[in-house]
């Protein structure tokens, strides 16, 4: 493993970087070989002390049951669609605005970002009563789009793509593009998304987990038997004779991580070179 390169040098890791790196690799792993071990045992195994280590032999069983005590398809796949548009759109529109506060002169420019970075810090409950109304008066209560339209973008990604695009983006790029009698639309396309593109998987990968795993919001505007996202589905999940299955719960827990850990496996190579892109001066 490469660690740095001075002055022609190359410097390698040793045997103690390999044990580190292996003992954060297994703790950062453990939670979710717990919830797979969890998931295959009863639900009056996994609540004795001590915990079960080895997988047992309920595992398919318990997908079953969980699969089939709630509408589990059609919270993930609701869930797929409300994370994936909340994802794009706040990638699309966190870019473009970030581009015009990181590049495009005009007044009022700082104050605009300042009052979008000062929205980051009102807590989320304090809208909660003005949109559930407004989204009673739409007729939006338990409808995918009372969960999407409210989270099109977000002040932490405008504000994450400017100071990508601050650094990233030389200024006299844009300026030779015009030159060329490129528009605006024009110049968007084929020079700010390829500099930004490792900065915009970054952002979509963030958003997206936050919204696959958002419950809060979901849970006042949808309803678990009729049009929920995972989550809420997951909210009534192992409940049963004034108990609660905690196998169950974990089994559905173990659903709801299986497609967050595809993503990550698609776009891995892509969010690591994001987060990694400026770390390295040539």
Known sequence: MRIKQTAGRQHHAGPLTYVLLGLAALVSLFPLYWNLVAASHTGERVVEAPAPLLPGPHLLDNLTFAWNQVNMAEALVNT????????????????????????????????????????????????????????????????????????????????????????????????????????????????????????MAVLGMLVFVQAWNDFFWPFIALTPDGNPTLQVALAGLGSGNHTINQAIVLTGALISTLPLLLVFALLGKHIVGGITSGAVKS
């Open 80 to 199: 797929t669609v409300v994370a994936g548009l909340v994802a794009a759109s706040t990638v699309l529109f966190s870019t473009l605005a970030g581009f015009a506060f990181a590049k495009l002169p005009f007044r009022g420019r700082n104050v605009l970002l300042a009052l979008v970075v000062a929205t980051m810090t009102i807590p989320p409950q304090l809208s909660v009563i003005p949109l559930y109304r407004i989204i009673t008066d739409l007729g939006w209560v338990d409808q995918l789009q009372s969960v999407v339209l409210p989270s099109l973008v977000a002040a932490f990604g405008v504000f994450f793509m400017r100071q990508y695009l601050l650094e990233a983006l030389p200024v006299e790029l844009v300026e030779a593009a015009r030159v060329d009698g490129a528009h605006s639309l024009r110049i968007i396309w084929h020079v700010v998304f390829p500099v930004a593109r490792p900065a």
